[in-house]
Nanobody
């Protein structure tokens, strides 16, 4: 069974930075395409960023491009999301995702429990 373990959420002032991390554990074989989605209160869940299983391909939502950077830890199924220049509108629950596909997908198979990010103005 695949599990995603997230960490790094918290409270930060606008303009600050946070780094989220996520590791895949359980019965896994091979590498996963990994990513992040978020859901703000009263809003639908939305795509944030993703990285392919090789790490050679990345994708970002327009709202975070240039401020957020997604990366993965070498051959491990670990993904990092460096969030800089945070804005109050980035406040949301952030969900790590993983999919056995080698390429980026917006419908990942596995989801984490979510970690809260709150940006104060």
């Amino acid at each position: 069974q695949v599990q995603l373990v997230e960490s790094g959420g918290g409270l930060v002032q606008a303009g600050g930075s946070l780094r989220l991390s996520c590791a895949v554990s359980g019965r896994t074989v091979g590498r996963f395409a990994m990513g992040w989605f978020r859901q703000a209160p009263g809003k639908e869940r939305e795509f944030v960023a993703a990285v392919s299983s090789s790490g050679g391909g990345t994708s970002y939502a327009d709202s975070v491009r240039g401020r957020f950077t997604i990366s993965r830890d070498g051959a491990m199924n670990i993904v990092l999301l460096q969030m800089n220049s945070l804005k109050p509108e980035d406040t949301a629950a952030y969900y790590c995702t993983a999919d056995p596909s080698p390429t980026i997908t917006t419908t990942p198979l596995h989801w984490g429990q979510g970690t809260e990010v709150t940006v104060s103005s």
